[in-house]
C-alpha cells in the first residue's frame, strides 16, 4: 500500500509563488508516474502536470503550461510542483497520484493511488 501526503498548500496573492510537495511512503516510489490534479469548488477534477518515473517528459495540462513545473527527487521518494504567476482561477485542492506503469498519464482513473490534497486559495 502507498500513502502519498502532500504539503505546501496555502493562501497567496495572484502573481505569486507556492511549492507543493508530495512525500511517498509504502512502495517503490522510483517505479510510479505521478500526478497532480486540482478540484475546484463546483468542479470536476482536472489533470494539471505529470512526470515519469525517471523525471522525463514531463507534460502539463495548457492553462499551467509555464507556469507550474513538475519535477521529483527518487531519493526523497518526493514529486513537487513549483507554482509561479498564480492566478485566481488556481485556486483549487491539489492532490497528487501515484500510478503503476512509470510513464504518468493525463487520466485520473489511470492512477492506483491518491493523497488527501491540500489547499491552495490565490486571491486577486
Known amino acids: 500500500q502507498v500513502q502519498l501526503v502532500e504539503s505546501g498548500g496555502g493562501s497567496v496573492q495572484a502573481g505569486g509563488s507556492l511549492r507543493l510537495s508530495c512525500a511517498a511512503s509504502?512502495?517503490?516510489?522510483?517505479?510510479?508516474?505521478m500526478g497532480w490534479f486540482r478540484q475546484a469548488p463546483g468542479k470536476e477534477r482536472e489533470f494539471v502536470a505529470a512526470i515519469s518515473w525517471s523525471g522525463g517528459s514531463p507534460y502539463y495540462a495548457d492553462s499551467v503550461k509555464g507556469r507550474f513545473t513538475i519535477s521529483r527527487d527518487n531519493a526523497k521518494n518526493t514529486v513537487y510542483l513549483q507554482m509561479n504567476s498564480l492566478k485566481p482561477e488556481d485556486t483549487a485542492v491539489y492532490y497528487c497520484?501515484?500510478?503503476?506503469w512509470g510513464l504518468g498519464s493525463l487520466k485520473s482513473d489511470d492512477y492506483r493511488y491518491w493523497g488527501q490534497g491540500t489547499q491552495v486559495t490565490v486571491s486577486s
Open positions: 509504502g512502495g517503490t516510489f522510483r517505479r510510479y508516474g
Open positions: 497520484a501515484a500510478e503503476m
